[in-house]
Structure formats: structure tokens, C-alpha cells
């Protein structure tokens, strides 16, 4: 039986997806807007479901820190355009050729993979772009590009695509080490989720003190995020994932199961999120959201 608790986040999560959604309808060009095919590739990519999770842990984090969460949200719309964009990549055949995302056809697969391709350019760019012009206020000038900065490290060859490099050499016949699985998704995963959370508070000019501490609570939670994800590959179905289950292990990929197995991955997903949870505990206020957040990436169930 779900808790109150757990029924207030869920709502929280709601009403926050809500927004966001409301905000990129206005920020991404119409699927009738020339080009039309390139435009409906984006839409029916950003627009087929996800949780976003990165946007709404900048959104939390602005709070977190004694700031207002407005200020980040155009911002917090060109990080979840940035994530939608290495989703339609790391979907192509050339690198995990899935099928399926988010519970419907791959945009490769509806649109063919020249679009696709050009789908996630596209992304891309109207992302930085947003993070480049928003907050407007002179105000944000030099913490908006701080944030910029950030970010662009972030998804760079040191971070998330580099990760993406690393997890497309680590398949072998040897089993991976714990190092090289924890350096993949801390790259391919960890850092975008951290520059989210750095993004938010900055935007809020939070101490660096504060800044600190929201990237040790963005690393547990980013760690934590991959190992859940590992184990919803190996233990969840097709409908409830959205996506196509088992692959990472037919592939010989890089997961935390592949090295601790499936009851030690349990163990250090349950102290991570106590890890998370004491870091967001220690902000202004107690972390406003970002302790929820933190058990959410726990317990989601896709």
C-alpha cells in the first residue's frame, strides 16, 4: 500500500512534468512549422513520455537553496532537450539499436535515421541555445553563463559522451571491474544529472557551500539512478519500462549487476540513496524536494 507520502510526491512529480511540458510546447517549434518532418521527429521524441528528471531536480535545487524556481525553467526545458537528444542517438543502430523509447517506436524507427540524426542536432542546439538566453535579466548575466559552462563540460568528450565512447569499448569477455562501470555511468549518466543540479542553484546564487552540496547529493543520485536502471534491465518487462529489457546483458554491457550481481546492486542502490538523502538533508531548509527526489530514483519503476 502506497504511503501518503509517496502519493504526495507522485503529485509533487506531477504537477512539476506538468509544467515543464507546458513550457516546452511553447519553446519547440510546431510539427507544421518548415521543417515539418524534422519537427515531428523532435516533438514525437521530447514529447513521448519520460519522468524529467533533470529538469526537475534544476527546478528542486533552485527551491533548495532559498531561490525561486521560474528563473531556471527555460533553462531546466534546454537540459531535457539535451537528454531527449542523446536518447534519439543512443537509440541508432550504430550504437544500442533499440526500438523502442519511452513506450513508443524509436524516432530512427518512425522517421529513418537520417532524421533521427538530425532530430538530435537539432535538440541539441535549441538546448544550449536555451541555456545561452535564459534568465533574460541582466541579473543572471554571469551565472547564466557559469551554468552554460557547466553543462557544455558536462556532455562533452570528458563527460556524457565520452561515457557513451567507454560503455560502446567496454564489451568483452571478461567481466568489467567495478572501476570501469562506476567511471562509464559517472560520465554517461552522473554528470548531466549533476550539471542539473548545478544549474539550479546557481541560477539561484547559492553559496558555494550549498553548490558543493548539491553535487555530492547530484553524484549519489546520479550513481544511483544507473544502478536502478541496471536492475529494471535485468528484472522489468517491455510495457512497464518503455523500452526494451535484457539488452544490456545480450550485448555484454558495463552494468553494476555484471559486477556485484543482483542482491549487492539492491545493497549499494538502498545506502546511495541514504547517501543522497543525508547531502539534500544538510541544504537550507532541509533540501525542500530533493530528499523525495532522491528516494523516488530508488523506487521508480521505469
Do not use: N
Given at each position: 500500500m502506497r504511503t501518503i507520502a509517496a502519493e504526495a510526491i507522485s503529485a509533487d512529480l506531477a504537477r512539476r512534468k506538468s509544467e515543464i511540458d507546458r513550457a516546452l510546447e511553447v519553446l519547440v517549434p510546431s510539427g507544421e512549422a518548415w521543417p515539418s518532418t524534422l519537427h515531428r521527429a523532435i516533438r514525437h521524441s521530447l514529447f513521448a513520455g519520460g519522468?524529467?528528471?533533470?529538469?526537475?531536480?534544476?527546478?528542486?535545487?533552485?527551491?533548495?537553496?532559498?531561490?525561486?524556481?521560474?528563473?531556471?525553467l527555460e533553462p531546466a526545458c534546454g537540459l531535457e532537450m539535451i537528454h531527449t537528444y542523446s536518447l534519439i542517438h543512443d537509440d541508432l543502430p550504430a550504437l544500442d539499436n533499440d526500438d523502442l523509447r519511452r513506450g513508443v517506436p524509436t524516432c530512427h524507427v518512425v522517421?529513418?535515421?537520417?532524421?533521427?540524426?538530425?532530430?538530435?542536432?537539432?535538440?541539441?542546439?535549441?538546448?544550449?541555445?536555451?541555456?545561452?538566453?535564459?534568465?533574460?535579466?541582466?541579473?543572471?548575466?554571469?551565472?547564466?553563463?557559469?551554468?552554460?559552462?557547466?553543462?557544455?563540460?558536462?556532455?562533452?568528450?570528458?563527460?556524457?559522451?565520452?561515457?557513451?565512447?567507454?560503455?560502446?569499448?567496454?564489451?568483452?569477455s571478461s567481466p568489467p571491474s567495478e572501476e570501469a562501470v562506476r567511471a562509464i555511468h559517472e560520465s554517461k549518466t552522473g554528470r548531466l544529472i549533476r550539471a542539473s543540479l548545478a544549474l539550479g542553484g546557481i541560477l539561484s546564487f547559492a553559496t558555494e557551500e550549498d553548490l558543493?552540496?548539491?553535487?555530492?547529493?547530484?553524484?549519489?543520485?546520479?550513481?544511483?539512478?544507473?544502478?536502478?536502471?541496471?536492475?529494471?534491465?535485468?528484472e522489468s518487462d517491455a510495457a512497464t519500462?518503455?523500452?526494451?529489457?535484457?539488452?544490456?546483458?545480450?550485448?555484454?554491457?558495463?552494468?553494476?549487476?555484471?559486477?556485484?550481481?543482483?542482491?549487492?546492486?539492491?545493497?549499494?542502490?538502498?545506502?546511495?540513496?541514504?547517501?543522497?538523502?543525508?547531502q539534500a538533508e544538510a541544504l537550507p531548509g532541509g533540501g525542500g524536494r530533493l530528499p523525495d527526489l532522491a528516494r523516488f530514483v530508488g523506487e521508480r519503476k521505469s
Open positions: 519522468k524529467r528528471l533533470r529538469p526537475i531536480l534544476a527546478l528542486a535545487a533552485a527551491e533548495a537553496v532559498g531561490g525561486e524556481a521560474r528563473p531556471a522517421f529513418g535515421e537520417a532524421i533521427a540524426i538530425l532530430a538530435g542536432d537539432a535538440l541539441l542546439t535549441h538546448g544550449l541555445g536555451l541555456l545561452a538566453r535564459f534568465p533574460r535579466e541582466e541579473i543572471y548575466a554571469s551565472a547564466k553563463l557559469r551554468a552554460l559552462e557547466i553543462v557544455v563540460d558536462a556532455i562533452g568528450t570528458t563527460g556524457m559522451i565520452g561515457g557513451q565512447v567507454a560503455d560502446l569499448e567496454a564489451p568483452g558543493a552540496r548539491l553535487d555530492r547529493y547530484g553524484r549519489a543520485v546520479g550513481l544511483a539512478f544507473q544502478i536502478k536502471d541496471d536492475l529494471l534491465d535485468v519500462l518503455g523500452k526494451t529489457p535484457g539488452k544490456d546483458a545480450a550485448a555484454g554491457k558495463a552494468t553494476f549487476p555484471a559486477v556485484w550481481g543482483i542482491e549487492r546492486s539492491r545493497q549499494v542502490l538502498a545506502s546511495t540513496i541514504e547517501e543522497a538523502v543525508a
